[in-house]
T-cell receptor, first 112, second 113 residues
Framework: EPEVTQTPSHQVTQMGQEVILRCVPI?????FYWYRQILGQKVEFLVS????????KSEIFDDQFSVERPDGSNFTLKIRSTKLEDSAMYFC??????????FGAGSRLTVL | KQEVTQIPAALSVPEGENLVLNCSFT??????LQWFRQDPGKGLTSLLL?????REQTSGRLNASLDKSSGRSTLYIAASQPGDSATYLC????????????FGKGTMLLVSP
């Protein structure tokens, strides 16, 4: 069964450092998303991406965050200057059409 | 703003019991509702998807119902097994927008042998 692949599975970084989380969506999907889950809290929407541009973003997705689809297969989330409160599990998802998402296994980010 | 609430927060049952997990949402203008399973430290596995025009969906021992007008969904698990132990998340997709799913906090289920 097709799956969404995320790397790294776990990254530890120092506060203020830049982090890039990578995702390979399902190949024929056109919509891409990032969600995050702070330990013990709800899964929260960050951003959706379609046709090479951001289609929707939440108030969490501020200027410190950016997304990119650098080639035909990867979808990345960059955090420019990490803060302690950015520590969370970050989930990538993709969909062929509206609202039927397939999620990856997640990338755990720990900011020290 | 859509709010999703799941009750109970945690549930512990002996193997073989039938059980019901509840999900409620405040805005009935939804496109669909999904139930996910999350194992500790792992990703989200989609279990069932109910479109807003549907009343229920079934997959094996799982049955999910949707009452859009009252803002409720239930996930029924028949003949529970220890392998069902996980956190179950409910998420609703809005009638408009690009799949900004709103999640509940989940029900942590423990099925003991």
């Amino acid at each position: 069964e097709p799956e969404v692949t995320q790397t790294p599975s776990h990254q530890v970084t120092q506060m203020g450092q830049e982090v890039i989380l990578r995702c390979v969506p399902i190949s024929n999907h056109l919509y891409f998303y990032w969600y995050r889950q702070i330990l013990g809290q709800k899964v929260e929407f960050l951003v959706s991406f379609y046709n090479n541009e951001i289609s929707e973003k939440s108030e969490i997705f501020d200027d410190q965050f950016s997304v990119e689809r650098p080639d035909g297969s990867n979808f990345t989330l960059k955090i420019r200057s990490t803060k302690l409160e950015d520590s969370a599990m970050y989930f990538c998802a993709s969909s062929a059409g509206a609202n039927v998402l397939t999620f990856g296994a997640g990338s755990r980010l720990t900011v020290l | 703003k859509q709010e999703v609430t799941q009750i109970p927060a945690a549930l512990s049952v002996p193997e073989g019991e039938n059980l019901v997990l509840n999900c409620s949402f405040t805005d009935s203008a939804i496109y669909n509702l999904q139930w996910f399973r999350q194992d500790p430290g792992k990703g989200l596995t989609s279990l069932l998807l109910i479109q807003s025009s549907q009343r229920e969906q079934t997959s094996g021992r799982l049955n999910a119902s949707l009452d859009k007008s009252s803002g409720r969904s239930t996930l029924y698990i028949a003949a529970s097994q220890p392998g069902d132990s996980a956190t179950y998340l409910c998420a609703v997709g809005p009638a408009s927008g690009y799949s900004t799913l709103t999640f509940g906090k989940g029900t942590m289920l423990l099925v003991s042998p």
